[in-house]
C-alpha cells in the first residue's frame, strides 16, 4: 500500500499538465500512486498522461465522463485509490519540491490523523506567488493532533479540497464524495473536518495553485452561481447533522453567508436582473431557515446587507449595493467615451459599427497586408470550395495590391472600405494581428491561424527576455488582442500545449494542422517542376534553401553563414535559395552571386510553402521553417553557429540540438563537410528526420483547411471532422532534383 494516492483530474489545461504530474513523480519521497483522471480516450490531455504513464508505473489512467466535471473526476481517482492518504491537485497545480516527505513527517508525528490540513500559496499567472494562503488558521493551532472543536477558526469553508491530506480509510468510512456542481469543495471541505475524529496542522506551503488569467470558473458569470445556493443549503444540512456545538454552526454559517453575499453583491456574476431576484429570493428563505438559533449578526456594512437579506429587501439591498459604485462610474465612463470619440472624429468606423454584422463576409489578413500568403490564404482559398455562401475579401497594404491573384476581392488597410469590413463582418482571419482599434463586436469570431511551429518563446513567456519582449511591444496590448480570439489554429500537440501557456485566453484551439502546409501533400511532381522554372531553378541542379531567423540581438539582416564562399564549396551541382526573414530585405551585398546563378534570392516571393516545394532541401537556423519543411520528408541540416547566445537572447521551449530535424552544424567549416560528406543526406540524418516529423508534423496531413472552414465556417462539430491521416499514410510532393553522388 502507497503512503500517498495523488489525485489529479486531467480533462484539460495540456499546457501545465506536465508540471504537474513532473511535480508529483519527481518527489524525493517515492512511496506514492498518482491518478490521472481523464475524460476521453484520446486527445492531448490522454497522450500526455499515456506518455508518463509508459515512463513511470506509479501514474495509473482513470477515465471519468467530461460531463461530470471536476467532482466526477475526483470521486473516480477515490474509487480505484490504495494510498494511506489522499491529496489532490488539479491539472495545472504543482507540488513543491519536498513537500511528500514534509507531508509524512507530520503525519507520522501526529500519530496519523485522518485530516491533515497545510497551506498553499496562489501563483498569478504573470507576477508570480503571492505568499501563503491560509495563515488564518496557524497561530492558535493546537500542537500535535486535536479534534475540530479544539481549534478556534475551523470549520473554514474557504479551504480548498488540494490544501489537505486526507486518512483515505476515513473518507471510505464516511462515505465522503465531492457532491455534483460548482463549489464542490465547499461541501467537502466542511464535511471532511467535522467528520475528522483527530486533525492535525502544518504551517508549511505544498502546493503552488496557478491562478489563470481567464480568473477562477467560480467568479465568471453564469447561472452556475445559483449552484452556491444548493451548496450553502447541504452544508447547513450537514453541519447540523454532524455536530450540536453552537460555535461550529455559527462560524460555518457566517462564513457561508459570506460566499453569499459576495456573489449577491457583485451583479456580474449573476446574468439578467431577472436571476438576480430570483438568487436573493432564495438566498432569503435559506438564511432564514438555517441561521442558529441565537446567532448574532456582524457590525457595519455585513451585518446590514445581512439585516437585509433577512428581510427580503432586494431594492434596498441593490441600491446600498449601487451607492458604492455609483459615485466614480460615471466619471470614469465619461472620461472614457471623451477618449474614444477624440480617436475616432473623422474616422467611418464608428458608424460602421452600428451597422448589422454582415453574417456571410469574412475578412482574411496575412503579415500585416503584405499579400496573399499563408494560413489565411489556404483557408480563403478552401472556403471559396466548400463554403460558396460567404463573401471573403482579403486585407493588402497600398504597396502589395498587385501581389494578390486577380480574382481575389481586396481591400486596402485604411481605407473606407477597410473600417466597414472591419466593422460588420462576421468571420475575421489572420496569421499576426489586428490593430488595437479594431472592436471585437459580440457574435463575431476571430480566428488566430499562427504562422509557425514555437521553438522560441513567444506571447508572454518573452518576460524573462527584455530584448525580444522590448521589439514584442506591450504585453496588455497583447492579452487584449488575445481576448478577441475565438479560435487558435494548432499544427502538433507542441503548439497547443505552448499557445496555452504563451496566450492564455478563452480561445478554443483548433488541432487541425496548419492549412498552408497542405500544398506539401496536394501538390504533384509537374506543380514543383513548374514552381522552379518560376524561380529560375536549373533543372540539374539540386536546390538548396537556406532560410535563417531573426536575432533578436540584432537589428539588420547580415547572414550567419558565408553564402559565397558556402555557393563556391558546394559546386556546380547546386544551387541556392536564400529566404530572408520577413522582417528584412534580401540578399543585400551578394550581387556577384546572384548573377552567377549559384544564388537566387526568393526572400519576396509571396509564398513560402511554393519555395520550400522547390527545394530539394533546407538549411536553416532556427527558423520554424524547418517544422512545415519537415513535412516534404527532404533532408534538413541546421546550421548552429550562435546556439548559446541565441538561446540566452530569445529563450526557446526545447533543445533543439538534442533533437535535431538533421546533422547540425557549428561552424561554416562542418556544414560545407556535412554535404561534401553526403551526411545531409545519409541514414542517421532520415532517422533523425523521421522522429522530428512524428512529433512536430502530427496534424499536417493536407486536409487542414477544409477543417478550419468545416468548423468555423459551416458550424461543424471538433468529433465531424475528417480525421487525421496518420503519418505512415501521407504522401508528400516529390522532390524534383536529382541528388548528386558526392
Not at 466526477?72 to 491529496?87: D, S, T
Not at 496590448?477 to 489554429?489: E, G, S
Not at 501538390?523 to 517542376?529: E, K, N, Q, R
Not at 520550400?612 to 536553416?620: E, S
Request: net charge positive; proline share 7%.
Amino acid at each position: 500500500m502507497p503512503r500517498f494516492s495523488v489525485v489529479v483530474p486531467a480533462h484539460d489545461g495540456p499546457g501545465r499538465l506536465p508540471d504537474c504530474l513532473d511535480s508529483v513523480l519527481g518527489q524525493a519521497f517515492a512511496d506514492l500512486e498518482l491518478i490521472a483522471v481523464v475524460g476521453a480516450q484520446e486527445g492531448l490531455c490522454a497522450s500526455i498522461v499515456g506518455a508518463f504513464a509508459d515512463r513511470d508505473p506509479r501514474l495509473k489512467v482513470v477515465h471519468s465522463q467530461p460531463d461530470q466535471g471536476l467532482p466526477g473526476a475526483r470521486n473516480a481517482g477515490i474509487a480505484v485509490a490504495e494510498g494511506e492518504f489522499l491529496l489532490f491537485l488539479d491539472g495545472d497545480d504543482t507540488l513543491v519540491p519536498g513537500a511528500l516527505g514534509i507531508l509524512d513527517a507530520r503525519l507520522a508525528k501526529c500519530d496519523e490523523p485522518d485530516l491533515l490540513l497545510f497551506d498553499h500559496e496562489r501563483v498569478h499567472w504573470f507576477d508570480g506567488g503571492t505568499g501563503p494562503a491560509l495563515g488564518r488558521l496557524w497561530p492558535d493551532a493546537p500542537t500535535g493532533a486535536f479534534s475540530v472543536e479544539q481549534h478556534p477558526a475551523l470549520p473554514d469553508v474557504w479551504v480548498p479540497a488540494w490544501s489537505a491530506a486526507y486518512r483515505r480509510d476515513a473518507v471510505a468510512r464516511h462515505e465522503l464524495a465531492f457532491v455534483p456542481g460548482m463549489f464542490t469543495d465547499t461541501v467537502w471541505s466542511v464535511t471532511a473536518t467535522l467528520r475528522a475524529r483527530r486533525i492535525a496542522v502544518l504551517d508549511r506551503i505544498c502546493v503552488r495553485h496557478l491562478l489563470r488569467r481567464q480568473g477562477s470558473r467560480n467568479h465568471l458569470p453564469g447561472l452556475h452561481h445559483m449552484d452556491l445556493l444548493d451548496q450553502f443549503d447541504l452544508v447547513m444540512r450537514r453541519a447540523a447533522e454532524l455536530t450540536t456545538d453552537p460555535v461550529l454552526l455559527d462560524r460555518v454559517f457566517h462564513q457561508m453567508m459570506g460566499k453569499v453575499l459576495k456573489t449577491a453583491a457583485t451583479p456580474g456574476r449573476l446574468p439578467t436582473p431577472a436571476v438576480r431576484r430570483q438568487y436573493f429570493r432564495q438566498a432569503t428563505r435559506l438564511y432564514c431557515q438555517h441561521r442558529p438559533a441565537g446567532s448574532r449578526r456582524p457590525g457595519g456594512s455585513v451585518g446590514l446587507q445581512q439585516a437585509l437579506l433577512a428581510s427580503g429587501s432586494y431594492v434596498a439591498f441593490s441600491a446600498l449595493r449601487g451607492t458604492k459604485r455609483r459615485a466614480g462610474k460615471g466619471i470614469r465612463l465619461g472620461r472614457r467615451w471623451l477618449r474614444r470619440l477624440r480617436k475616432r472624429i473623422g474616422n467611418p468606423y464608428r458608424a460602421f459599427l452600428r451597422r448589422p454584422i454582415d453574417e456571410n463576409l469574412a475578412v482574411f489578413s496575412s503579415y500585416w497586408g503584405r499579400g496573399y500568403a499563408c494560413n489565411p490564404a489556404a483557408i480563403h482559398a478552401a472556403a471559396r470550395r466548400l463554403a460558396p455562401h460567404i463573401k471573403p475579401v482579403f486585407l493588402v497594404t497600398k504597396d502589395h495590391t498587385g501581389s494578390l491573384p486577380e480574382d481575389v476581392e481586396r481591400v486596402v488597410i485604411g481605407s473606407a472600405r477597410y473600417w466597414e469590413v472591419m466593422a460588420t463582418a462576421k468571420y475575421t482571419f489572420n496569421n499576426v494581428n489586428f490593430e488595437m482599434a479594431v472592436k471585437k463586436r459580440p457574435g463575431t469570431v476571430h480566428v488566430q491561424t499562427q504562422h509557425g511551429t514555437p521553438l522560441k518563446c513567444m506571447g508572454v513567456d518573452l518576460v524573462e527576455y527584455p530584448a525580444a519582449a522590448a521589439a514584442a511591444g506591450s504585453l496588455g496590448k497583447l492579452l487584449q488582442r488575445v481576448d478577441r480570439w475565438d479560435f487558435n489554429v494548432s499544427s502538433n500537440r507542441h503548439s497547443t500545449e505552448v499557445w496555452e501557456r504563451a496566450y492564455p485566453g478563452e480561445y478554443e484551439s483548433l488541432d487541425v494542422g496548419y492549412p498552408r502546409n497542405d500544398a506539401f501533400y496536394t501538390s504533384t511532381a509537374d506543380d514543383v517542376a513548374a514552381i522552379r522554372r518560376r524561380l529560375g531553378v536549373p533543372e540539374n541542379r539540386v536546390a538548396v534553401l537556406y532560410a535563417p531567423t531573426h536575432r533578436d540581438y540584432r537589428t539588420d539582416f547580415l547572414p550567419q553563414l558565408d553564402l559565397a564562399a558556402f555557393c563556391r564549396a558546394l559546386g556546380d551541382d547546386f544551387v541556392v535559395l536564400m529566404r530572408a526573414h520577413h522582417s528584412y530585405a534580401g540578399a543585400a551585398g551578394l550581387e556577384g552571386m546572384l548573377r552567377s546563378g549559384a544564388l537566387i534570392d526568393v526572400t519576396e516571393h509571396p509564398s513560402p510553402d511554393e519555395v520550400c516545394l522547390a527545394a530539394d532541401a533546407l538549411v536553416t537556423d532556427y527558423s520554424s521553417i524547418m517544422f512545415d519543411y519537415a513535412n516534404l520528408d527532404r533532408p534538413i541540416v541546421v546550421y548552429a553557429d550562435d546556439w548559446d547566445i541565441y538561446r540566452e537572447t530569445r529563450g526557446v521551449y526545447f533543445d533543439l540540438l538534442a533533437g535535431p530535424p538533421g546533422p547540425v552544424a557549428r561552424t561554416r567549416d562542418e556544414l560545407t563537410e556535412i554535404f561534401r560528406g553526403g551526411r545531409w543526406q545519409d541514414e542517421t540524418s532520415a532517422r533523425l528526420r523521421e522522429a522530428f516529423r512524428r512529433r512536430f508534423c502530427e496534424f499536417d496531413d493536407g486536409l487542414a483547411a477544409e477543417r478550419v472552414v468545416r468548423r468555423v465556417l459551416l458550424g461543424e462539430s471538433a468529433t465531424t471532422l475528417p480525421p487525421i491521416v496518420p503519418l505512415g499514410e501521407r504522401v508528400p510532393a516529390p522532390a524534383a532534383a536529382r541528388v548528386p553522388l558526392l
